[in-house]
């Protein structure tokens, strides 16, 4: 069973930064792709960004530029840093690895 345990989120105001941690339990961490997801009121949960086993990300359009993923491989944690945040980030966050979800992290920026 593998367990993901996410930490980091909060409320922020806009142009804000928060950073979003994510520890795996699992030690086939660094051969697999890890990612975030969030989902706002009301919407369907959607991919943030993703981390690939080589190191390469892919980033959703809205947040490119702004959030950057990384993933520390000796401590089995993916990280999302959040920079120069909009009220339309606000959302549930969730952490993904090898089809897992972890429990959710709210973000919240509001002004």
């Known amino acids: 069973q593998v367990q993901l345990v996410e930490s980091g989120g909060g409320s922020v105001q806009p142009g804000g930064s928060l950073r979003l941690s994510c520890a795996v339990s699992?030690?086939?961490?660094?051969?697999?792709?890890k990612g975030w997801y969030r989902q706002a009121p009301g919407k369907e949960r959607e991919l943030v960004a993703i981390?690939?086993?080589?190191?390469?990300?892919n980033y959703a359009d809205s947040v490119k530029d702004r959030f950057t993923i990384s993933a520390d491989n000796a401590k089995n944690t993916v990280y999302l840093q959040m920079n120069s945040l909009k009220l339309e980030d606000t959302g549930v966050y969730y952490c993904?690895?090898?089809?897992?979800w972890g429990q959710g992290t709210q973000v919240t920026v509001s002004s």
């Open positions: 699992r030690s086939i961490f660094r051969y697999y792709g």
């Open positions: 981390i690939y086993s080589g190191g390469s990300a």
């Open positions: 993904w690895f090898n089809g897992n």
